[in-house]
């Protein structure tokens, strides 16, 4: 039998329980009171919807969960907004200097093309905040370009076509600013076996013995023979000193040289305030971080400075090659833009290698070099024509997600990216950050947002709001706490062996009274079967999995769905059965990205407007569409229509692509030129359009298996060719000569017919008249008197001529 207490306690309970129970079949799951806080800033750390209330009074008849709520719903329950410990992300603008319209003059050095310049950031664990950048790349800016040759024996006529390339490039590129040096330097390959010539006889001459070409310097690394300067003749006479050398493998060191000509900043001539090309000229591989160990070589390159007092590079003979990694980290340390200028065979190996570096473009070199000045141009437009946005030193507890709005005024998620850009125009882009969780008490972090080359940045310091302000007002030993625990936020935090809302309990007591404050419902396990009763609340048990946490044992977070064994695909929290997703994730394992940026094609579309992008890959819809944009579709109704405008603005620099920057970007497919074309391929589908001149161009287009887009297509249009003056004047009197011959034959046969027939004719009517002479009656035989006779005979004469 109950007492009156026992009755009153259990009766409260159970109205608190069933109170809890109503709220969350009507709310859904509140991810606050389904946590496992313990404390303010526990609860904090949940989500940031989760406010605590530190009220001293409050929901002192409930479970200690209660006071982690959401905000609104402490407020319905009585606790006073004052109360409330529930801090929001803020941005701050420390430096905001507005952007430049122009890079030379009097204000060079004062050049602005990022806005804002610093920001300092305040965040709440999940609680995003976001903000602006804008970037605009000023008009007339000043402009270092450092030319980087490869000397071996193969670019020998290119080394003839420079010899005056200073002069003529910076006639072109003054067009383009008003502000510019011209540097040089050299490479070939390390000095060693087996990469050169080593042997005593080819010490001092490398092409010792070579018929070709039988006089050359001995090989080098990498020789910096002209700093940056605007005396650009000095560029012509260092030019027209040089020499060829000879390397016995066909790869170079050219990488060597680059990492050098990165970070010996002093020795170049880099200026801070200006915009850094590298040109770097060659007709051949480059060697890799690794094959140094070929000769030996098994130190990797450190990055660093090696140039001796002869300005050569030292360290060629000690170190690896550089990889990939470390020059693309070099080089945007230092702001500097590569181009690697190579000749068509090497087109396919170099723009690989763009996709690894970032600020790197390619450009195909003639064998002679003929057109270095104007691919230097088209290079520079290209590269000014786009901006991009890095993150530098970024946190790993923190998420940040872009969205770019360039010239049309649309927001595009997902992407930092703008291209087709002219100078002077201002693109921005919004920055959403998200912190994954609290470091420790006091940390502060930092990061840098920079445009790909640009020597202005955007310095982003970063503090974490995930301390609560009642925790300056905790008592220990209080009287709250029954004297044996700490007081903190309007809780109780016991000393060891005392439990309950206020320490009133001490470990291992037990009771009926105690367990059915442990049970969900009437029948189930106690705890869940997960947990001990302890003075009506729940001990979870340890799990070598992870934490078991609620007021009746029932949530953790090790029970939610994995993906590839991963739980939440690393890119969320697990609470209570349920993965909560990172900013830029989604689905139940939170597998699914929702950045956008790897589905966007060379033209700007999703998917080539041929799909939809799910989970950051394109699923393409159009039938016959593939490729990782769905940029291939050779039986697509727009196939030949998309490819015709490549031909025309690659073979012919005609049609709406005309504009080389964009041609470049839109038309990356190899062309293949032929006589005649073959349209027996069954793989390969033929294509006809009409030029302006009314002639016929035919071209074929086709996928291979390595994923390549191929067009081939005639040299030149098909064309009638125009009829000869002397031919036709021929045919037409020919054909006068033959219709009047023709015409003279009918007529003398008409004639011959007409006059046998006539002829006929008359041979009848004579063979008729002497029938009749010979039988006519009335003639009889003359008197045989010689009067009678001759009258008669006379008479008879008469009569005959009368009858002819």
Wanted: proline share 4%; aromatic share 8%.
């Amino acid at each position: 039998m109950w007492n009156p207490w026992q009755l009153l306690y259990r009766t409260a309970l159970g109205c608190m329980i069933l109170e809890i129970f109503i709220h969350n079949v009507a709310q859904g799951l509140n991810v606050c009171m389904s946590g496992s806080a313990l404390s303010c800033e526990e609860c904090l750390i949940i989500h940031p919807s989760c406010a605590w209330c530190a009220q001293e009074k409050f929901g002192s008849a409930r479970t200690l969960m209660s006071r982690c709520d959401l905000r609104q719903n402490l407020q319905k329950r009585g606790c006073e907004a004052h109360h409330m410990e529930s801090p929001r992300s803020s941005t701050k603008v420390v430096k905001s200097e507005p952007l430049s319209s122009k890079g030379s003059g009097p204000t060079q050095y004062d050049v602005i093309q990022i806005m804002p310049q610093k920001i300092s950031l305040s965040l709440r664990p999940g609680d995003q905040t976001s903000f602006k950048v804008q970037v605009r790349q000023v008009e007339d800016y000043p402009v270092d370009l450092y030319y980087l040759m490869d000397l071996s024996l193969s670019m020998k006529d290119d080394l003839d076509t420079i010899r005056n390339l200073g002069t003529k490039l910076a006639d072109e590129m003054r067009k383009l600013t008003s502000n510019f040096r011209l540097g040089f330097g050299s490479f070939v390959d390390k000095n060693m076996s087996p990469f050169s010539y080593t042997a005593r006889k080819y010490q001092d001459n490398p092409c010792n013995g070579y018929k070709l070409f039988p006089s050359c310097v001995p090989s080098f690394g990498f020789r910096h023979l002209l700093s940056l300067t605007d005396k650009v003749d000095r560029f012509n006479e260092e030019v027209q000193k040089q020499m060829v050398s000879r390397n016995r493998d066909a790869p170079e060191g050219g990488f060597d040289a680059i990492l050098q000509a990165a970070v010996c900043k002093e020795r170049i001539g880099w200026r801070k305030e200006a915009f850094h090309l590298l040109v770097f000229a060659t007709d051949d591989v480059p060697h890799l971080a690794l094959d140094g160990k070929l000769g030996g070589l098994v130190q990797p390159h450190d990055g660093e400075c090696h140039m001796n007092e002869k300005n050569e590079y030292s360290g060629s003979t000690n170190m690896d090659y550089p990889s990939l990694a470390l020059l693309g980290e070099k080089l945007a340390a230092n702001n500097i833009y590569l181009i690697f200028a190579v000749t068509k065979r090497l087109y396919v190996i170099y723009k690989n290698f763009t996709a690894l570096i970032p600020g790197t473009t390619v450009e195909i070199l003639d064998q002679d070099s003929k057109n270095i000045i104007q691919l230097i141009v088209n290079a520079y437009n290209s590269i000014r024509s786009k901006v991009e946005l890095t993150v530098w030193d970024q946190p790993e507890d923190l998420s940040l997600s872009f969205t770019a709005t360039c010239q049309d005024g649309q927001p595009l998620p997902g992407l930092r990216k703008c291209a087709d850009l002219k100078i002077g125009d201002t693109v921005s882009f919004d920055v959403s950050i998200d912190a994954r969780g609290c470091p420790a008490p006091g940390t502060q972090q930092s990061f840098t947002i920079k445009p790909v080359g640009f020597k202005d940045r955007l310095e982003v310091s970063v503090d974490y709001r995930c301390a609560c302000g009642c925790t300056d007002q905790t008592q220990a030993n209080s009287t709250h706490c029954s004297s044996i625990g700490q007081y903190t936020c309007g809780i109780c935090h016991c000393d060891p062996g005392y439990l309950g809302a206020r320490c009133e309990c001490q470990e291992g007591e037990a009771g009926s009274m105690y367990l059915s404050a442990c049970r969900q419902a009437e029948g189930m396990q106690i705890c869940g079967g997960r947990g001990e009763c302890s003075c009506n609340q729940c001990l979870c048990y340890e799990s070598e999995f992870g934490k078991i946490y609620g007021t009746f044992c029932e949530c953790d977070d090790f029970s939610c769905a994995r993906h590839k064994g991963i739980l939440c695909s690393g890119h969320g929290e697990c609470h209570c059965g349920e993965c909560k997703c990172h900013a830029g994730y989604i689905g139940d394992n939170c597998n699914c990205s929702t950045d956008t940026s790897s589905c966007v094609s060379d033209d700007g579309q999703i998917c080539s407007g041929r799909g939809s992008c799910a989970c950051g890959r394109c699923q393409c819809t159009e039938p016959g569409a593939f490729g990782d944009t769905c940029e291939k579709c050779p039986t697509c109704p727009d196939a030949c229509g998309t490819k015709r405008e490549c031909i025309e603005c690659r073979l012919f620099s005609s049609g709406r692509l005309s504009d080389n920057q964009t041609c470049q970007r839109l038309c990356k497919d190899e062309i293949i030129t032929v006589e005649t074309l073959k349209t027996d391929d069954p793989n390969a589908v033929l294509c006809l359009y009409k030029t302006e001149n009314e002639c016929v161009m035919k071209f074929t287009y086709s996928e291979h298996a390595n994923g390549m887009s191929v067009l081939t297509a005639l040299k030149e249009p098909e064309c009638g060719a125009a009829p000869d003056a002397m031919t036709v004047l021929l045919a037409v009197v020919g054909s006068i000569l033959l219709v009047g011959i023709v015409l003279l034959a009918i007529w003398k046969l008409v004639i011959t017919v007409h006059d046998r027939r006539e002829f006929a004719r008359f041979q009848s009517a004579r063979s008729r008249a002497r029938y009749e002479m010979a039988s006519n009656p009335l003639y009889k035989q003359p008197i045989s008197n010689d009067y009678v006779e001759t009258d008669f005979s006379m008479y008879s004469k008469s009569y005959n001529g009368a009858a002819h």
